[in-house]
């Protein structure tokens, strides 16, 4: 069974604060997208990291790939309320000549005025 | 331009009831995606087609839970009977084509409540 666990489940931290998050697979990915979903809403996608030992950047956001691409991590300098919200991992795994994705369940961030 | 649409936002239904979600993609996309979320298990793939056909349909739970996708503009996904444990989001996704490198682009779901 692949997982992609995230951490931590929950963050709840001032605004201002830098954080990081992260999403861990024993497996190897082809791929991988942070999503971000808010309240009442479907997720939207933040960025997709394809090489070993990638790393984008989106503004104050952070991602980078691991060198085996088995895992990933997002960093948030002064991070905002806008920044509150579900942040989601997808892996993508090749198997039967086709992609498949799984999630992560998530960290839910709160960002305190 | 519209995003994925799905219906009905929310839906309240008794233990035993058929349940039917709506879908439409967005125009031009090839690839359609139905997921679940919850808290306890977070986002689960159920079922997704390329070009109208399923392709994978692992994860749909049992055989009370059936998807058709008629044309490249329609899908739904019906739950019969319907089960308390069935209670979550309903997320519709479609993306170009599908495969790792494609955005998947989400519908604002459906909150379904089976009493």
């Known amino acids: 069974t692949q997982l992609l666990e995230q951490s931590p489940q929950f963050l709840s931290i001032q605004e201002g604060e830098n954080l990081t998050v992260y999403c861990n697979s024993s497996s190897v990915f082809s791929s991988l997208q942070w999503y971000r979903q808010e309240p009442g809403e479907g997720p939207v996608l933040l960025v997709t990291?394809?090489?070993?030992?990638e790393v984008k950047k989106l503004k104050r956001l952070t991602f980078q790939f691991g060198d085996a691409r088995k895992d990933s991590s997002l960093h948030i300098t002064a991070a905002q309320p806008g920044d509150t919200g579900l942040y989601l991992c997808?892996?993508?795994?090749?198997?039967?000549?086709?992609?498949?994705?799984?999630f992560g369940k998530g960290t839910r961030l709160h960002i305190l005025p | 331009d519209a995003g994925v649409i799905q219906s009905p936002r929310h839906e309240v239904t008794e233990m035993g009831q058929e349940v039917t979600l709506r879908c439409k993609p967005i125009s031009g996309h090839n690839s359609l995606f139905w997921y679940r979320q919850t808290m306890m298990r977070g986002l689960e793939l159920l079922i997704y087609f390329n070009n109208n056909v399923p392709i994978d349909d692992s994860g749909m739970p049992e055989d009370r839970f059936s998807a058709k996708m008629p044309n490249a503009s329609f899908s739904t996904l019906k739950i019969q009977p319907s089960e308390p444990r069935d209670s979550a989001v309903y997320f519709c996704?479609?993306?170009?084509?599908?495969?790792?490198?494609?955005?998947?682009?989400f519908g604002p779901g459906t909150r379904l409540t089976v009493l």
């Open positions: 997808a892996g993508a795994i090749w198997k039967n000549r086709d992609d498949k994705i799984i």
């Open positions: 990291v394809v090489t070993g030992g």
């Open positions: 996704a479609s993306s170009l084509r599908q495969g790792s490198y494609n955005e998947q682009f």
